[in-house]
């Protein structure tokens, strides 16, 4: 619901803000105070045409801002239009685009007159309502499509061209025997071939140097000797040097046993030219590999995973693909039945849905007029269309045709009373435009039903309509240094009395005006 608008700087609006309630809200005034800016305000912040004329003389930008109450919170949108250059939006402070705004504002809020952001303009909102209305069931054909489409995927990855499935058998073929045939099992193999070959090409080294240390701990006049000698000198069993003689004893028989660990592991280093090539011939391949399926062993052996499983779904050969087939085959015939099934509800519920708002027109000061709901003769009618003609003889048009704001404001009207869903918010301007009498009360009677189920604002110059409103805003228009300036303020009591007296009569003061006003409150509020 939109509680708050602010607009400042727009036509011959400085600065007007509006507390907006629930109900039925009518903006009333003299032509020309700046009543339908108020709706120009309110289609910018729906992602409207920005136009620079809108900014009052002399200002460098106009601004409009609104509040709106939402199932989750609040939301606040702003539009800024300058003088010169683009246009700015937000969205709760945010940075944002004129799209995202009519995004935003989608469930939120509806204009009907001659405003081109009218939701049920268009062809996607007119079909949803025709599907609402009718209580078709539009997630069976989505079902239906969903499934066709998986079993098409599904059937192409088998493969559908016999030359292009035999090229793709060839070449998985192909793959998978050269990954078999490398014997992949560790992810790490190839770290620890690294590891082999470092140790291979150095073997000759390693052993003879090992060797070398050897002897030199444990070879005549070796580091063992050296320690044996120094050991001796001491004076043996004097407890001064006992620990050290402890020690050197310690240090004899570790080098000993280093002196022997060092003898067998050179052992092991022996020259393995072959075994060596082997390593690196491995190695080689690995890198082939990788450069072909992925960049680490890992992918190499997921891809290896992964093509023994597709070319066991090709093998599976004709007899799987025409199981998948079948499948196919039953699903399309499922969704034509389920296409079928949501055109005949669309095409059976049309012309009620038709009836239904054109019975509404009558009311409305369209006792001619025809309205017509079009779904397509064949297939699930997709192409639903809205046609409207005011007068007798006139070739019904698409709504979005519609020249005189005023019809199609009470064609938009008509067509809400019918239909439950609509935005929170609707807006109506012109919709009184060439009524008056006993039309313009059933205008404003049928406002007050709408308004039960959505916050309406309407703009109105009309006593009998604006009679029905929950609330009503005048707006005025003075002059002040030789510049026009707007206000509105909400008229109850006595100062509705006498604005709709003006409405009337155009004597605010006028008794007679006073006396019908106050008739027509009565009348509107009685049950």
């Known amino acids: 619901m939109l509680v708050e608008l602010r607009v400042r700087e727009l036509g011959v609006i400085d600065d007007l803000l509006l507390q907006l309630g629930p109900g039925l809200t009518a903006l009333t005034g003299e032509?020309?105070?700046?009543?339908?800016?108020?709706?120009?305000?309110?289609e910018l912040l729906v992602g409207g045409r920005a136009d620079p004329a809108l900014v009052r003389t002399g200002s460098d930008e106009a601004s409009v801002e609104a509040r709106f109450l939402t199932g989750e919170g609040e939301l606040v949108l702003r539009r800024v239009v300058p003088a010169d250059g683009r246009s700015r939006a937000?969205?709760?402070?945010?940075?944002?685009?004129?799209?995202?705004?009519?995004?935003?504002?989608?469930?939120?809020?509806?204009?009907?007159?001659?405003?081109?952001?009218?939701?049920?303009?268009?062809?996607?909102?007119?079909?949803a309502a025709l599907d609402r209305f009718a209580g078709a069931d539009t997630e069976a054909v989505e079902r239906a499509s969903d499934a066709l489409r998986a079993l098409e995927r599904r059937l192409g990855e088998l493969g559908g061209d016999e030359r292009a499935l035999a090229r793709e058998l060839d070449l998985l073929c192909f793959q998978l025997g050269e990954l078999d045939a490398a014997r992949l099992d560790s992810p790490d193999e190839d770290g620890e071939l690294a590891r082999e070959e470092a140790i291979l090409a150095a073997a000759g080294d390693l052993r003879r140097g090992m060797e070398a240390a050897s002897g030199a701990i444990a070879g005549e006049d070796g580091a063992r000797d050296l320690v044996a000698r120094a050991q001796a000198?001491?004076?043996?069993?004097?407890?001064?040097?006992?620990?050290?003689?402890?020690?050197?004893?310690?240090?004899?028989?570790?080098?000993?046993?280093?002196?022997?660990?060092?003898?067998v592991r050179s052992e092991g280093f022996q020259d393995d030219?072959?075994?060596?090539?082997?390593?690196?011939?491995?190695?080689?391949?690995?890198?082939?590999?990788r450069r072909k399926y992925g960049p680490e062993l890992a992918d190499v052996i997921a891809f290896r995973k992964e093509t023994r499983s597709r070319l066991d779904d090709l093998e599976a050969g004709e007899s799987r693909r025409a199981e998948i087939a079948r499948e196919?085959?039953?699903?399309?015939?499922?969704?034509a039945a389920a296409e079928h099934a949501l055109g005949e509800a669309r095409r059976q519920a049309a012309p009620k849905l038709g009836k239904r708002i054109q019975a509404h027109l009558r009311d409305l000061a369209l006792p001619r007029a025809a309205f017509r709901v079009r779904v397509p003769e064949e297939g699930r009618g997709d192409e639903v269309d809205f046609l409207f003609g005011a007068n007798p003889g006139e070739r019904s048009l698409p709504l979005a045709k519609v020249a005189s704001g005023g019809e199609l404001a009470r064609a938009m009207l008509a067509t809400?009373?019918?239909?439950?869903?609509?935005?929170?918010?609707l807006v109506f301007d012109e919709v009184d435009a060439g009524v008056g009498g006993e039309a313009a009360l059933s205008v404003g009677r049928s406002l007050a039903r709408l308004a039960e189920r959505h916050q309406v604002l309407v703009v109105t110059h009309l006593a009998q309509v604006a009679a029905f409103a929950t609330s009503q805003i005048a707006v005025t228009k003075r002059e002040s240094a030789n510049r026009t300036h707007t206000a509105a303020a909400e008229v109850t009591g006595d100062s509705r009395l006498a604005e709709l007296s003006r409405m009337l009569s155009g004597q605010p003061a006028s008794e007679v005006g006073r006396l019908h006003a106050r008739e027509l409150l009565e009348a509107a509020s009685a049950p």
């Open 31 to 42: 032509t020309g105070a700046g009543k339908t800016l108020l709706v120009e305000a309110l």
């Open 90 to 127: 937000y969205v709760n402070g945010a940075m944002a685009t004129a799209a995202m705004l009519g995004e935003v504002t989608a469930d939120l809020v509806d204009l009907h007159g001659q405003h081109a952001h009218q939701s049920l303009l268009h062809q996607a909102a007119q079909r």
């Open 233 to 263: 000198t001491l004076v043996h069993g004097h407890e001064a040097v006992q620990d050290l003689a402890g020690r050197m004893a310690a240090l004899e028989a570790e080098l000993d046993d280093l002196a022997r660990e060092l003898r």
């Open 273 to 289: 030219p072959e075994r060596l090539t082997a390593v690196q011939e491995r190695r080689r391949l690995l890198a082939e590999l």
């Open 328 to 335: 196919r085959d039953d699903a399309a015939r499922r969704l």
């Open 416 to 425: 809400r009373l019918v239909l439950a869903e609509a935005p929170d918010t």
